[in-house]
């Protein structure tokens, strides 16, 4: 049954109830629409507490439209309670009605609604701070006072400091409380950070890939991940180029993970032993960086669970086990694993030994895992390990590595991803990357699940990279940079290898996934210096790491793409621009929505191009812009408002 107040569409939420996401020293902006019948005036506010601990409330302002807002900002990681709290605000009621009735006569005595005033702030007078409370029982006094006349009486209750004093008092005769809802809080990079992926036996093993770290981090990256680094099968091991038939000398494909010497606790032995594994972590902290790993739950023919647990895997009716197929892909070196075994006994022992391979590499300094296919394993399995990982180590981070369908990408974020990968490596064209791009950013999507942009993986070469030039390397760069605030690339990317196994192929020709990869890091013609620019741009402006103040702005040339960002909390504004053609020149004038900008339509304002140092004095809202991708691909602009 309703009660006399109303609170609909509470958020940030989820469809399905699961928690909402939120960042330490983030603003989280809680939202309801609340309302009653007739007129009277009400107050509302937010309360949260980490799960266990002590409410913290904030008052929440009417925006429009009945829906009101306030802002929170967490300051512990883990598992948090919400929930919206509305009342009468009778004394607000009272006050504007009084108000009114005095001015339209100034000959009624209004001494019925004096003592209403005086009765209603003495009620209050009780549920206020101590140190209120001897103020507003002289402002009851006052309204009492015979002796005054009918004005000086109500302005002792009509005074704005009466008024303050009791904003935010609960008047609880009609207290209305929404359902509680769940935040889960992170900490800041599970939010905003560039992830670097590269494969160590490439450059090796773990003391080899160590060396590299300290050119990632110089390249301003926060992240170095891992593809797995577990023994490979032989049976069935693939050769260069994805061929059925591995020579004597071919390293194979990580994924197809186990072999003699272990499972997914091991390490391969051409990559070294747990010391060299904490070294790499050591080394990666040193330069402020944090290892990712791969969590791939599928095994090779050889991996221990195979003979030790025959359960866990699919069996054909001639009793061979099942391997992993994606048409007209075929995997024969990867047994997928069965997540149902039929006995819940078997079930409930796997998913514990799931469990425990994180529980491994977190006890070595790992926090950070991207999940391979995430998508094909139940979503109850993940309902349930994620929490359960998250409760002993809240800092924990997942990417979910899911190119699949959006009701599962978001169902995915919804039940426990941290972030997760996205459609962006095939949105090139203007309008595909603002649809896309506005339902990244729309309620409830943005609530729950953060996007990260990569414009390649091992698996992936695509769009205008595809035997592309340098240009194109950056432009791409240039978008997944600054659009979420997390991206990623694959090593290669600053050397802009461009080569695809075949006209119609995605996949890298002499894919690095089953051959090692020998790179002059120190080649001439590296992307490096571009990309230490644009992530130290990423660094200076608190406006990159938001995806929810992200607004396109229109241009007259279909290959410029225009859009902003703004940080709530510091008020910095960045103005992004791209040549989205690799090849060839285009100019445009635009047309800036200059209130999102924080500026007038007529103001005159300097734009500082963060990649290039140079500044332009713009006024008004149609600035030209000329982009030559052989030289520049965009513009990413600071601005500066003129005095």
């Not at 509302?44 to 802002?71: C, F, H, K």
């Not at 800092?395 to 978001?410: D, G, H, I, S, W």
């Not at 644009?534 to 790491?545: E, I, T």
Request: glycine letters at 8%.
């Amino acid at each position: 049954m309703l009660g006399r107040l109303i609170i609909d569409d509470v958020r940030p939420r989820t469809p399905g109830g699961y928690p909402a996401k939120a960042l330490v020293g983030g603003v989280v902006t809680v939202k309801a629409d609340i309302f009653r019948e007739g007129h009277d005036l009400l107050a509302a506010r937010a309360r949260w507490r980490p799960t266990g601990g002590t409410w913290a409330t904030e008052p929440m302002a009417l925006d429009v439209n009945d829906r009101w807002e306030a802002e929170l900002t967490p300051t512990q990681v883990g598992r948090h309670e919400l929930q919206v709290e509305a009342w009468t605000d009778h004394f607000a009621t009272w006050r504007h009605d009084v108000e009114l009735k005095a001015g339209a006569d100034p000959h009624d005595s209004l001494a019925t609604e004096i003592e209403e005033g005086a009765l209603l702030i003495g009620r209050l007078a009780k549920r206020a701070p101590k140190e209120a409370r001897p103020v507003l029982l002289a402002a009851v006094a006052g309204l009492r006072d015979g002796a005054r006349s009918r004005d000086e009486r109500l302005n002792a209750g009509l005074d704005d400091h009466i008024a303050a004093l009791l904003t935010g008092v609960v008047d609880d005769t009609d207290l209305t409380r929404s359902d509680k809802l769940t935040l889960w809080v992170d900490r800041e990079l599970a939010g905003f950070a560039a992830w670097y992926e590269l494969f160590p036996r490439s450059e090796g093993g773990l003391a080899g890939a160590a060396k590299r770290l300290r050119a990632v981090a110089a390249m301003g990256f926060d992240v170095v991940y891992l593809p797995p680094v577990h023994p490979i099968g032989t049976t069935h091991r693939k050769g260069r180029d994805n061929t059925l038939v591995a020579d004597a000398d071919d390293v194979g494909s990580p994924w197809a993970i186990g072999a003699a010497e272990g499972g997914h606790t091991a390490l391969h032995p051409d990559l070294g032993d747990i010391d060299a594994f904490d070294g790499f972590v050591d080394e990666a902290a040193t330069n402020g960086l944090e290892v990712a790993l791969d969590y791939a739950l599928q095994c090779s023919p050889d991996h221990p669970w195979v003979r030790q647990h025959p359960e866990w895997f699919h069996h054909r009716p001639d009793g061979t086990i099942k391997y992993a197929e994606n048409p007209p892909k075929k995997y024969q070196d990867i047994y997928p694993i069965n997540f149902w075994p039929e006995r819940d006994a078997d079930r409930k022992a796997l998913w514990q030994a799931c469990k425990e391979i994180l529980d491994h590499w977190i006890s070595h300094g790992v926090r950070i895992f991207r999940v391979d296919n995430p998508h094909t394993k139940p979503f109850a399995f993940w309902e349930w390990l994620l929490p359960a990982v998250q409760a002993e180590h809240p800092e924990t981070v997942f990417l979910a590595e899911a190119f699949t369908r959006p009701k599962l990408m978001a169902k995915l974020a919804e039940v426990g991803f941290t972030q997760s990968y996205t459609y962006f490596t095939w949105r090139n064209e203007k309008w595909e990357l603002e649809q896309y791009l506005g339902e990244l950013c729309a309620e409830p999507l943005v609530d729950y699940m953060r996007p990260s942009f990569w414009p390649n993986t091992p698996d992936i070469l695509a769009g205008p990279l595809r035997n592309g030039p340098p240009s194109a390397f950056r432009l791409r760069f240039l978008l997944a940079a600054t659009m979420t605030p997390v991206y990623g690339i694959y090593s290669g990317y600053e050397l802009s290898e461009n080569q695809p196994a075949s006209p119609t192929n995605e996949e890298y020709l002499h894919s690095e996934k089953y051959e090692l990869r020998e790179r002059d890091w120190d080649d001439p013609g590296s992307l490096a210096p571009f990309i230490t620019s644009v992530n130290d741009a990423r660094r200076r402006h608190p406006a990159f790491a938001q995806l929810r103040t992200l607004r396109f702005h229109e241009a007259t040339d279909d290959a410029i793409i225009t859009w902003s960002k703004t940080d709530p909390a510091t008020g910095d504004v960045v103005l992004c621009v791209v040549n989205l053609d690799p090849i060839g020149w285009h100019e445009a004038t635009l047309a800036l929505d200059m209130p999102v900008l924080g500026l007038g339509w007529d103001d005159t304002y300097d734009v500082i191009d963060e990649l290039t140092g140079s500044t332009y004095t713009w006024t008004g809202s149609h600035p030209y812009v000329r982009l030559d991708p052989a030289r520049q691909p965009g513009h990413v602009f600071a601005i500066r408002a003129r005095s």
